[in-house]
Nanobody
Framework: VQLVESGGGLVQAGGSLALSCVASGIVRNIDDMGWFRQAPGKQRELVATITKHYKATYADSVKGRFTISRDNTQNMMNLQMNSLKSEDTAVYYC???????????WGQGTQVTVSS
């Protein structure tokens, strides 16, 4: 499985960005997917996850501002980010998990920078 993120960039505080992650390869084994982020000098942290049956969970820091979605027919996952804050600045990574393969797959990451 290969994951490719897109949609990062520079935005002012209060603005919005939308990230996308497209999966290719043997995608039928993908179960949960999610977005993680890593800011400079910090550990990678969970942002949001979504199951194969579209159940979503969010980190407290992004609840009410970010929305995760998924289209299994297009092998795509999105993250709509609104009301962005400077503390949202990070590299955002797409992750896919396969229970059958007991494997996590990661994308290469996309930079999101929020200027205050």
């Amino acid at each position: 499985v290969q994951l490719v993120e897109s949609g990062g960039g520079l935005v002012q505080a209060g603005g919005s960005l939308a990230l996308s992650c497209v999966a290719s390869g043997i995608v039928r084994n993908i179960d949960d997917m999610g977005w993680f982020r890593q800011a400079p000098g910090k550990q990678r942290e969970l942002v949001a996850t979504i199951t194969k049956h579209y159940k979503a969970t969010y980190a407290d820091s992004v609840k009410g501002r970010f929305t995760i979605s998924r289209d299994n027919t297009q092998n795509m996952m999105n993250l709509q980010m609104n009301s962005l804050k400077s503390e949202d600045t990070a590299v955002y990574y797409c992750k896919a998990h396969s229970y059958w393969e007991e494997t996590d797959y990661w994308g290469q990451g996309t930079q999101v920078t929020v200027s205050s």
